[in-house]
């Protein structure tokens, strides 16, 4: 009996063979009958002709059937696969047609739910399963908008569609990706849910954040403490001229230490959502205008120019956070200013986009520019350009990650264009419709 079933075994698949060559067989007797009636009521050469012809269709269908068997027989192993892929998954995937009924339902989301395959099995899920606690977490998974916590991730209306679903009781946090089935011919079937686990991960980045918020709070008391005392020293004027460029040198470190908690801290308040926006109606021109004023004199120190190209026809007030947004425009004229070259010039313009409910801002220099590979990068947290790293040692890499996501917060978009020795312009936009603001901060991973 062992030997047996290790024969078995070791050829899973051989019997889709004998299934796929079954037309031939059934084919063998009709071509034999055939060719005994005409050997009877025939004459020797039409025989001999229809015995060709009859070969000929013999060794077709089994060809033919022999093909057909080894389709099925990759098939099947192609299904085996699949499945096996599928049932190994450690998200949970849900499949359900269009009337809601559950046609998958696999392990994984039988561990996720607590609840058994054969227990919601062509059942319907209906929003009003909430109120049964052994299905409350599966109706709130298939019907998102009744979860406690939920954060759209992806396009409203476009597929896959993904959301983060937060619980409290137990905690547990979600991402569910839903993908609609398609029938082959353009319909849906129906729609399949992947739901990953993302509780260790999300409480991994708010450890993180929580170390980086009190880790910066208590280094930024005695850094300012230090700030204090470096310019209360610079004011001595009993100084040597060596001691003041050695106490102006500690100040300047002081004062960019104190800058990078700073960052530290925003990009923590961000990430958690809880940066704290409060927009008013803004004039845009006047807000540019008093940007432009306070950076005037680090231009001038750079002898660099400062232009404001104004719009020729008037732009409408918007709604912007005032204070978060000239961190955006404090930070793009300091880098347009730190790297660009002597006598060099830095233009904003402010104009309405066409056919759009946007106003696009762009800060233009002229200089080193960003290399294509590290363009892609810029906007990512502590990413420097190599020539930027040679050119100006001093920087976090911090700054263009904050301005972006101050500038999604504002309902815009930022980007940047660039060429090596020849400058950059960054390019933000503002809508001019106050609903196209996001309503609520997202939490960033």
């Known amino acids: 009996m062992e030997s047996s079933n290790r024969e078995t075994s070791s050829n899973p698949v051989s019997i889709v063979p004998k ?21 009877v009521y025939l004459e020797p050469l039409f025989v001999f002709i229809q015995g060709a012809f009859l070969a000929l269709v013999a060794f077709a269908v089994f060809f033919a059937a022999k093909e057909t068997a080894r389709l099925g027989q990759a098939g099947t192993v192609e299904h085996n696969e699949l499945r096996g892929i599928i049932y190994g998954l450690d998200d949970a995937l849900v ?12 392990p994984a989301a039988e561990r996720l739910f607590h609840l058994k395959a054969d227990t919601v099995l062509e059942d319907k899920l209906q929003a009003r399963d909430v109120e049964r606690p052994e299905r409350k977490l599966l109706a709130q998974v298939i019907f998102p908008s009744l979860a406690p916590g939920m954060v759209t991730r992806s396009q409203v209306g476009a597929y896959p569609q993904i959301v983060d679903l937060s619980f409290t009781d137990p905690a547990l ?20 849910k992947i739901i990953r686990n993302r509780t260790r991960e999300v409480l991994l980045v708010k450890s993180k ?35 003041v460029e050695i106490v102006k040198n500690a100040a300047t470190a002081s004062q960019a230490l104190l800058g990078i908690i700073e960052d ?38 750079a002898t660099v120019k400062l232009y404001f190209d104004r719009p020729k026809e008037p732009l409408p007030k918007l709604m ?60 990512t947290k502590f990413f420097r350009a190599d020539n930027a790293l040679k050119f100006q040692t001093e920087g ?43 309503p609520h901060e997202v939490v960033i991973e």
Not at 95 to 106: E, G, R, T
Not at 173 to 192: C, S
Not at 360 to 368: A, L, Q
Request: charged residues 20%.
């Open 95 to 106: 499949a359900y047609d269009q009337d809601f009924k559950v046609l998958f339902f696999n």
């Open 173 to 192: 946090e979600l991402r569910v990706v839903t993908a609609p089935v398609d029938d082959g011919k353009g319909g849906i079937l129906g729609f399949m």
């Open 264 to 301: 530290l801290l925003n990009i923590t308040r961000i990430e958690e959502g809880h940066f704290g926006y409060s927009f008013k109606q803004t004039d845009l021109i006047e807000f540019v205008e008093k940007i432009l004023g306070e950076a005037s004199p680090q231009a001038r120190r």
């Open 209 to 243: 954040n929580e170390f980086l918020t009190v880790a910066s709070h208590q280094l930024r008391g005695p850094l300012t403490n230090i700030n204090w005392a470096l310019q209360t020293l610079l004011g001595d004027k009993a100084m040597s001229e060596g001691s």
């Open 396 to 438: 976090s890499g911090l700054g263009l990650y904050i301005a972006k996501n101050i500038v999604q917060a504002h309902g815009g978009q930022m980007w940047a264009e660039s060429e090596v020795n020849r400058g950059s312009t960054f390019f933000l936009t503002l809508p001019t419709d106050p609903t196209l603001i996001p």
């Open 19 to 39: 299934r796929g060559l079954r037309i031939f067989w059934f084919s063998l007797p009709l071509l034999l009958g055939a060719f005994l009636i005409g050997l």
């Open 320 to 379: 912007l956070d005032s204070q978060k947004l000239s961190l955006v425009f404090n930070n793009l004229l300091d880098n347009a200013i730190r790297y660009n070259v002597p006598n060099g010039e830095i233009i904003v313009k402010a104009e309405r986009m066409k056919d759009q409910p946007f106003v696009v801002v762009s800060v233009k220099d002229t200089g080193i520019g960003v290399p294509p590979e590290g363009i892609g990068k810029i906007f």
